[in-house]
């Protein structure tokens, strides 16, 4: 099993980027065999190409939540794409999440892929929407080389 993990804060990113994964991996001939919506436009949904199962998660927001990702098509995937919170009051979380759903994997099976608010000023907010937007596309990007590594080409990245 490999992991691909969006950590950080709420409200920087991770829904919007897992998104933009997800649909990458969609044009990209990942088909989907079961998606589930989640409150708050999150989901889960697993996807299949050439025999290689990926679960894409945007919610890990509370416990239930971790709980279920467990139970979402237990051992029939390779690859879990999940948020992941890891702000001072979601480190117990972040603990649980590893816990529960990474258990003890080999350290080398999980790439984190940090993520960090941009907040706006009064003096640049047009400019601080604009550098999140690129932040967000930056984040997708290495997402989907580290996938094409990782995944697809058995690399280490």
Same mark, same amino acid.
Request: aromatic share 10%; with cysteine.
């Given at each position: 099993? +490999? ?16 998104? /933009? !994964? ?10 989907? &065999?079961?998606?589930?919506? &989640?409150?708050?436009? %999150?989901? /889960?949904? *697993?996807? #299949? +190409?050439?025999?290689? +199962? !990926? ?5 890990? %927001? @509370?416990?239930? &939540?971790? !709980?279920? *990702?467990?139970?979402?098509?237990? @051992?029939?995937?390779? !690859? ?7 702000? #001072?009051?979601?480190?117990? *979380?972040?603990? %649980? ?5 990474? #258990?003890?994997?080999?350290? +080398? ?10 907040? @706006?000023?009064? /003096? ?6 604009? *550098? /999140?937007?690129?932040? @967000?596309?930056?984040?997708?990007? &290495? ?8 995944? #697809? ?5």
């Amino acid at each position: 099993m +490999k992991y691909i993990l969006l950590v950080g804060d709420a409200n920087v990113g991770k829904t919007t980027a897992i998104n /933009r !994964v997800f649909k990458w991996l969609n044009t990209n001939g990942y088909n989907v &065999l079961d998606n589930v919506p &989640l409150p708050r436009g %999150d989901f /889960r949904a *697993l996807i #299949e +190409k050439e025999g290689t +199962k !990926v679960v894409v998660n945007s919610a890990s %927001d @509370n416990f239930a &939540l971790i !709980v279920d *990702l467990q139970k979402f098509h237990p @051992n029939e995937y390779d !690859v879990l794409i999940s948020s992941c919170r890891t702000n #001072e009051d979601a480190m117990k *979380l972040y603990d %649980d999440f590893y816990e529960i759903i990474v #258990e003890k994997t080999d350290e +080398k099976n999980v790439i984190e892929i940090p993520m960090a608010k941009i907040n @706006n000023h009064p /003096r640049c907010a047009a400019s601080c929407a604009t *550098l /999140r937007s690129d932040y @967000n596309a930056k984040i997708v990007a &290495l997402t989907e080389y580290v996938f094409k590594a990782f995944v #697809e080409q058995n690399v280490n990245p």
